[in-house]
């Protein structure tokens, strides 16, 4: 999966459509993202006898298709290739051709 945890992403489409957001979990076998303060959903706890019942709000996951990532450079929504710096590979956002992982820098081509 091209998306990775503390990213940044745009939702580009559903109800939730133009929110940006950090990455906070992956679901790699269903291709899902939770991002924070998107898709929020709320679910009934039923009461116990040691708790009262109550209303809980959580974010529920997306598709990875349906979120593109903000390039750190131009802070606009981009695709992610990869490249290899020296023996590695590295993702960079297709748009400025930046790294998006902070360690490492390319050169613009």
Not at 33 to 62: D, L, M, S, Y
Not at 78 to 99: D, F
């Amino acid at each position: 999966m091209k998306i990775k945890v503390n990213d940044n992403v745009l939702v580009i489409t559903g109800k939730d459509k133009g929110k940006t957001g950090k990455v906070t979990q992956t679901i790699e076998s269903k291709s899902k993202i939770v991002v924070q303060g998107v898709n929020i959903r709320k679910k009934h706890i039923k009461k116990t006898q040691r708790e009262a019942g109550r209303i809980i709000e959580f974010e529920a996951p997306i598709h990875v298709s349906n979120a593109k990532v903000i390039c750190p450079e131009t802070k606009k929504a981009s695709r992610v290739g990869y490249t290899m710096h020296g023996k590695k590979k590295i993702r960079i956002a297709k748009k400025s051709k930046e790294a998006l992982d902070k360690k490492i820098t390319t050169t613009k081509k």
